[in-house]
């Protein structure tokens, strides 16, 4: 049988007929199934389930691997919208993933976030996805799968691969927009509804940062300077931090300076240019915050 493979990073689509293996994309989910549009909230939607089984991935070809089960172990429904997918699984052990899109191709990765993979549709299909978490050493292990359209590391594999977490990145678009201000803009406070936090620890940009945040930014400012400060602000029932990159490169972050549990990263004097703001939840996961931007803290 003609296998054709086309690898990006430590991910894989491979062009193969799902008739030809073991794995049954026709049986019913065993840890369930769900329907999710573009802009799901929580994201990322979560499924503890139970990785590994008796079959030997590398049968679909390489570089599939692992232990998997003949039924898929989770089943999406996916509507698509802008954004991308992110379907990704942690565990104690070392997992893989196997996935069988829409186009009835395979998608499979090993290690990309340490010993747990992640696979990216950087241009998802609407459809059904079929997903089977494996175990690299055989056997099961308790694990957590992921649905995403928030986590990314910049990186464009094509639409098939797997992407790395690693560092926030200030080129990617800002998922919840953008906008141009001038010193003196009205309405102040300018607000922006947002769902804060991410799959990526603040903590890689210094120690002084906190939260989980998305490594594209979640909003970016373009601002002309006057003699006003500028602070930005988040308003949100879950405790939330912020990290900024400003118009001169440097990092601000901030966690509990604005009300309660809120944040606050204040530019007594602050340069024109632009600010990439994201909004990270203390706590990990993700909740629905408000972000300010104020001349009048």
């Known amino acids: 049988m003609l296998v054709r493979s086309i690898i990006a990073a430590t991910a894989a689509l491979l062009l193969v007929a799902p008739a030809a293996h073991a ?3 026709s049986a019913q ?14 994201d990322p939607h979560t499924v503890s389930l139970t990785a590994g089984g008796s079959i030997d991935a590398s049968t679909i070809g390489s570089p599939c ?19 991308p997918l992110y379907i990704s699984a942690t565990a104690s052990s070392d997992t893989t993933l196997v996935v069988n899109g829409p186009d009835g191709r395979w998608y499979c990765d090993d290690d990309t976030n340490g010993n747990n993979p992640l696979v990216t549709f950087n241009s998802p299909r609407s459809g059904t996805y079929d997903i089977w978490v494996g175990v690299y050493g055989g056997g099961t292990a308790a694990a957590t799968l992921s649905i995403s359209e ?14 790395g977490a690693g560092y926030p990145d200030t080129s990617a678009p800002a998922t919840f927009g953008e ?15 947002i769902t804060a936090g991410g799959l990526l620890q603040a903590s890689v940009v210094s120690s002084d940062c906190a939260g989980s945040i998305a490594t594209a930014p979640d909003y970016q400012i373009t601002y002309t300077a006057g003699s006003l400060p500028l602070a930005i602000q988040t308003q949100s029932g879950t405790d939330t931090t912020l ?10 972050c901030d966690d509990d300076s604005g009300d309660g549990n809120n ?3 204040y530019f007594s004097r602050p340069s024109s240019g632009v600010y990439d703001i994201w909004v990270g939840t203390y706590g990990g996961g993700n909740a629905s915050a408000t972000l300010l931007i104020t001349e009048v803290p």
Do not use: C, K, M
């Not at 989910?29 to 929580?42: C, D, E, H, M």
């Not at 928030?150 to 992407?163: C, E």
């Not at 803009?185 to 509804?193: E, Y």
């Open 29 to 42: 989910a065993t840890f369930g199934s769900v329907r999710l549009s573009s802009g799901f909230t929580p």
């Open 150 to 163: 928030l986590y990314s590391d910049g990186h464009d594999n094509g639409g098939s691969g797997g992407s």
């Open 263 to 265: 944040a606050q990263v």
């Open 65 to 83: 691997t692992g232990s998997i089960a003949r039924a898929p172990d989770y089943e999406v429904t996916y509507t698509a919208g802008s954004l």
């Open 243 to 252: 990290v900024v990159n400003g118009p001169d490169g440097e990092w601000y």
């Open 179 to 193: 906008t141009y201000l001038n010193s003196g803009f009205t309405p102040d406070p300018h607000r922006v509804s």
């Open 23 to 25: 794995q049954d994309t």
